[in-house]
């Protein structure tokens, strides 16, 4: 599927493109009604602006919200496809088999899940767990979300080391400030990345239920992390968003290792930092080296951020 390059008609503006392309790839999949609505509603809005019966500001907020969407069903599609591609389906249905491991890939409506077992599996209750979470509210620019799942779905998926039975990767989206902590309480995952637009007045910018921005500054989450602590304490919290060291340095004490970001990251160096970072993650490599390692591969792109400092100097790792 031409998926990235949808991916970068929405970058560049052509949301109206990257609909038509994502209608046509989607034919013959379970996700094409879901397409069809998005369609519609994204010719609706057009309608109504071309009429000036919204406002500039709503325009600009209802096509975030589409982008948004459209974003999650993209994500969902390449994860089916990936599955698709790297594994031949068993007689069962239930599970497939890849490089003679035995894998089995959970989809639901909300998140989405790979289980990661051996011939003789690992007991549920000893593998790690990461959890994603990602939250767009309504008038942010819908951040690449899809290509760093991608990333590390096939970080796991290709791995060739016996410590790839050892994890499980979930997804949840559009996550809403309100249910951070129950969700986090529920999960009690091992490694949580939490992947966000960052403000360095705000704090980190989560949507409500409503859709609208919610910011979770420093403090408001040591207390949601210190409260988890509790009954569970991270191995390490990853706080993928711009400007996020102050939220980083506030939870560290309830999590071994945790890493945020000094300044503004580009997109590209964020997807590459992360796909390093599992890939030693999954090979059996401790955190602080999976970071050197995840420091290497940005420092590689020679790339610098807005305001002029070394991408490879905007990442921090506090360790507890």
């Known amino acids: 599927m031409k998926l990235d390059e949808i991916r970068s008609k929405i970058g560049n503006g052509h949301l109206n493109k ?11 999949t379970d996700f094409h009604d879901a397409m069809l609505a998005l369609s519609g509603r994204f010719k609706s809005l ?16 209802q096509k975030a919200k589409i982008t948004s969407d459209l974003l999650r069903l993209i994500t969902k599609m390449e994860a089916e496809s990936i599955s698709e591609a790297t594994a031949t389906e068993s007689d069962s249905g239930s599970s497939i088999n890849v490089s003679g491991s035995n894998y089995t890939v959970i989809s639901g409506v909300t998140n989405s899940r790979i289980n990661i077992g051996s ?5 549920q209750e000893d593998k790690k767990k990461i959890l994603f979470i990602y939250s767009t509210p309504d008038g ?11 990333k590390i779905k096939e970080a796991l998926l290709t791995s060739e080391s016996k410590h790839r039975d050892n994890f499980l990767f979930e997804v949840e989206e559009a996550v809403e400030a309100e249910k951070l902590f129950r969700l986090l309480n529920q999960q009690k995952a091992d490694f949580v990345h939490i992947a966000i637009h960052g403000s360095k007045k705000k704090g980190l910018l989560f949507q409500n239920q ?21 009954k569970h304490r991270p191995e390490c919290i990853i706080l993928n968003a711009c400007h996020s060291e102050k939220e980083a340095l506030a939870v560290s004490k309830f999590a071994n ?8 990251m580009p997109d590209e160096a964020a997807i590459a930092f992360t796909k390093a970072f599992y890939e030693m ?4 490599e401790d955190i602080e080296y999976a970071f050197k390692r995840a420091i290497l591969a940005i420092k590689h792109m020679k790339m610098t951020a807005e305001d002029g400092i070394e991408i490879h100097d905007i ?6």
Request: negative net charge; proline residues 2%; glycine residues 8%.
């Open 46 to 61: 057009d309608d109504e602006a071309l009429m000036g019966t919204l406002s500039n500001q709503e325009v600009t907020q």
């Open 315 to 320: 990442p921090v790792l506090f360790k507890q």
């Open 119 to 123: 011939k003789t599996p690992v007991n």
């Open 210 to 230: 409503h859709g609208q921005e919610y910011a979770i500054a420093a403090d408001e989450l040591s207390d949601t992390f210190e409260l988890l602590s509790l």
């Open 18 to 28: 990257a609909i038509s392309e994502a209608l046509k790839i989607s034919k013959g």
């Open 257 to 264: 290792y945790t890493i945020g970001n000094k300044e503004a």
């Open 281 to 284: 993650i999954f090979d059996g």
């Open 140 to 150: 942010k620019n819908a951040l690449n979300f899809g290509k760093e799942i991608k």
